[in-house]
């Protein structure tokens, strides 16, 4: 095709929404001909707090035979998360972080890494809270929610995309009205790796395979936190990419906007210069002893 009939096209599809990331190729991954990539991305409206993930919500299927969405849970953590980040740089490949605002605040290091190496950061509570226990209910479970944005917040220095996923996917109605009041899209899941359960990276590969193959395609549900899925992604991403899989990357059309009120509590809490804070190894370091 003429390169000016190319842009026509590419000009039109773009005027249309449907100018998306192109795939990965092996020129485009060093050292890595086989990276898993991603297919193409798309960028999200939050107004109103849409759901997303078909084993809880059903509206809002936008995921075509072969894709899924990698996602990862309860983060930053030592260890665990950076090596989560470096499966994915390897591969060429994105995924979206439901980060905890404490762990955020405990390794703001680690969350600015997620950041900088192009990944969707979301929230998921300060605490991870089960939001749907009674002595959440109201202003608890609202705090929970907000502390979580404005934690995440402080310790990334830049506000998180207006992504949400409730602990333990327990989603009461009252919740999830605020968070249609808020601009939060809340996100479920399609494929469960049950890495919090098993500890052999073998099964949490087999059990996230299997599954996707008898949905055809999802969002995958897996812990940063969990060593367990740090140890299995290399090996899980190049079965992804062998079997034919293809990753969409989530985006997000603006970012969360935070609560002022909570905004000036997690600075009360967390005194310091965290936003210029370097690593803790770098600050501190073991010199005698284990």
């Known amino acids: 095709m003429p390169i000016r009939a190319i842009a026509i096209a590419a000009a039109a599809a773009a005027a249309a929404g449907l100018l998306f990331a192109q795939p990965v190729l092996a020129d485009d991954c060093p050292g890595n001909p086989d990276a898993l990539g991603v297919s193409r991305t798309v960028e999200i409206d939050t107004t109103g707090g ?44 994105k995924a979206t972080f439901f980060t905890i605002g404490k762990h955020a605040l405990w390794h703001p290091d680690i969350l600015k890494q997620v950041a900088a190496d192009g990944h969707t950061i979301g929230t998921h509570t300060f605490s991870h809270a089960n939001l749907a226990k009674g002595k959440l209910k109201g202003e608890p479970g609202r705090a929970e929610i907000e502390k979580g944005v404005s934690g995440v917040k402080f310790a990334l220095g830049a506000a998180p995309a207006p992504f949400f996923r409730f602990p333990y996917l327990q989603d009461p ?57 740090a140890l299995a992604l290399p090996d899980l991403l190049k079965e992804l990419k062998a079997k034919g899989y293809k990753v969409v990357h989530l985006t997000a059309k603006s970012s969360a906007v935070s609560i002022a009120t909570y905004d000036e509590a997690i600075k009360n809490e967390f005194a310091g210069p965290m936003g210029d804070a370097k690593p803790l190894a770098s600050v501190v370091k073991t010199i005698t002893g284990k």
Request: aromatic residues 10%; glycine residues 8%.
């Open 173 to 229: 109605d009252d919740v999830v009205g605020y968070l249609g009041s808020r601009n939060l899209a809340i996100f479920s899941m399609d494929v469960d790796s049950f890495d919090f359960k098993h500890r052999d990276p073998k099964k949490v590969i087999k059990t996230v395979m299997d599954k996707i193959a008898k949905k055809g395609k999802g969002i995958v549900l897996m812990h940063d936190f969990q060593k367990s899925t």
């Open 50 to 93: 849409p759901g997303f993930g078909l084993e809880q919500y059903k509206m809002y299927d936008f995921l075509q035979p072969g894709e899924i969405v990698l996602t990862f849970d309860d983060g930053p953590w030592p260890g665990n998360t950076p090596a989560v980040l470096k499966a994915l740089k390897d591969n060429c490949t």
